[in-house]
Structure formats: structure tokens, C-alpha cells
């Protein structure tokens, strides 16, 4: 699953990596923090701790502790892509920009499996649910969940603390879950760095620290 990590193409301080390999394929990621892991599939390293999967397509900034797992793909021919810190994409997430609009998530968010992200803002401390869908100029305050296979449709906004839920989704309640979505995202962070170690299983004591399992 994992190939040997290569050499670095480029020193960290450099703001924009390109990578090419074979005819028919090249990546570009602008401003990826030194510390931000893209976890390989079949891939060379890119920084001495970030990483590039062959899925991942993209034009991006990656800030600081951020993770982005097998199979994502990023495509922003136009306007931008910025990702926070902290913050994970995890295996299968589609983002791409919109027509007029860019693709903004904050830190500490968690974006699961198989969710499309396409031209919209995420506020920080969010947690977008498996296989959910945000559309162009949609914007998500922070503190916010997006419930599983939930549609947000296009130029939707929802304030700072909300549940949203359904399709076309809608406020369902209202509640501050930045604490529980940032303990989510720690947990990745912690995942991402043992990953970059060779490490693919995650600690008892790792878990404790992260606030998943109670003080001994």
C-alpha cells in the first residue's frame, strides 16, 4: 500500500511544489506547511514532512497539522483551495472549486469519507459527515456538524454552532460542538504524525492524551 518514501523534491520553505511523474500526470500544492502530512498511496514524498498521495490532484494551500489521506482529490483550475490547520481530509473526499467561488475550510475541522466539498467556506471546527455534499457559495459558521448525506445546496448559509441535517439540509438544532470537533481532529493529527512514522496503529496512551479513553 505505502511506497518507499524518496528523497525530497523540495526543501519546506519553498511555497509551491511540483510534481511530475510519468507522461500524463503532475501535481501542484502551494504553501504546504512543513509540519502538514498527505498520507502516499504510491507516491514520492514532496517535503520532509509532508506527503503526496498519486490520488491527490491538486492546486492547494495545507496548513500546519493537517492531514489529507489516501484517495482524495483536489482540482481547483481556478480560485483556490486553502485548508487550516490541524484540520483532515479523509480518504475518498472530493473538493474541487467552484464556478465563481473558492474552497475555504478552516482548522480543527474533520471532512470524512467520501464527502464532495465543492466551492464553498467552512468556518472553523466543523465536522462534515460521511458521504455530505456542499455546493458553490454555501457558507458553514463554526462549531457546526454536517450531518451524513446531507446536501447543501448552493448559497446556503448556517451561523456559528449548528447541527444541519437532510437534503436540501436544514438547521435541526443548535449547539456548540467545537470541543468535541476539535477532539476529533486532535485525534487525526496524532494518526497523521504516527502514519509519517510508519506507525498505523494509534496508542492507548495516545488515546488518553487526545481525550478519547479516561486517566488511568
Known amino acids: ?19 511530475s511523474w510519468g507522461p500524463n500526470w503532475a501535481l501542484t500544492i ?28 491538486a492546486a492547494a494551500s495545507i496548513g500546519a497539522d493537517s492531514s489529507v489521506w489516501p484517495y482524495v482529490v483536489m482540482r481547483s483550475e481556478m480560485f483556490h483551495i486553502e485548508i487550516g490547520a490541524r484540520t483532515n481530509i479523509q480518504d475518498f473526499v472530493m473538493i474541487h472549486v467552484g464556478g465563481a467561488t473558492p474552497t475555504i475550510i478552516g482548522d480543527d475541522c474533520s471532512i470524512t469519507h467520501h464527502a464532495t466539498i465543492h466551492g464553498c467556506t467552512i468556518g472553523d471546527r466543523c465536522l462534515i459527515g460521511i458521504n455530505a455534499t456542499i455546493m458553490d457559495g454555501a457558507k458553514i459558521g463554526n462549531n457546526c456538524i454536517v450531518a451524513g448525506h446531507a446536501i447543501v445546496t448552493e448559497g446556503s448559509a448556517f451561523p456559528d454552532n449548528s447541527i444541519i441535517a437532510g437534503s436540501p439540509a436544514k438547521l435541526v438544532k443548535t449547539r456548540d460542538s467545537g470541543a468535541a470537533n476539535t477532539m476529533n481532529a486532535a485525534f487525526y493529527v496524532q494518526n497523521a504524525k504516527n502514519y509519517a512514522r510508519g506507525i498505523h496503529r494509534i496508542s492507548e496512551d495516545q488515546l488518553r492524551a487526545a481525550g478519547f479513553l479516561p486517566e488511568e
Open 30 to 57: 502551494s504553501a504546504v506547511d512543513p509540519s502538514a502530512f498527505v498520507i502516499p498511496v504510491d507516491a514520492p514524498a514532496f517535503s520532509k514532512a509532508a506527503q503526496v498521495s498519486e490520488c491527490s490532484k
Open 1 to 19: 500500500l505505502f511506497a518507499p518514501v524518496l528523497p525530497a523534491l523540495a526543501p519546506p520553505t519553498r511555497s509551491c511544489w511540483t510534481i
